[in-house]
């Protein structure tokens, strides 16, 4: 059984920062890519970045230079710094658990933590 729980989101002014963490049980960890989610009401849920097993990143364009994701194998944790922040980051995110292939990130269905709220004030 894996679980996924993220923390530290919040409300914070444009051009503020904020760092993400999700803490991973379980033991596919290590094996496996890490992947953060947003998602806006009404909107479906835009992969954000991702991390491989190997330490290779990717991110969305819209968050390039300002968002750094990262992992700590031994803690089993996701982080996700997110600097410069804008009101169109405003979103629950989400991090998840999936694999990595064909330079393409799949997400493992049903391993999504609980979401952290992310509000970013004009």
């Known amino acids: 059984q894996v679980q996924l729980v993220e923390s530290g989101g919040g409300l914070v002014q444009t051009g503020g920062s904020l760092r993400l963490s999700c803490v991973a049980s379980?033991?596919?960890?290590?094996?496996?890519?890490m992947g953060w989610y947003r998602q806006t009401p009404g909107n479906e849920r835009q992969l954000v970045t991702y991390?491989?097993?190997?330490?290779?990143?990717w991110y969305k364009d819209s968050v390039k230079g300002r968002f750094t994701i990262s992992r700590d194998y031994a803690q089993n944790r996701l982080f996700l710094q997110m600097n410069s922040l804008k009101p169109e980051d405003t979103a629950v995110y989400y991090c998840?658990?999936?694999?990595?292939?064909?330079?393409?990130?799949?997400?493992?269905?049903?391993?999504w933590g609980q979401g952290t709220q992310v509000t970013v004030s004009a």
């Open positions: 998840n658990i999936g694999d990595y292939g064909d330079g393409y990130y799949y997400p493992i269905a049903g391993w």
């Open positions: 991390i491989t097993s190997g330490g290779q990143t």
């Open positions: 379980g033991s596919v960890f290590t094996s496996k890519a």
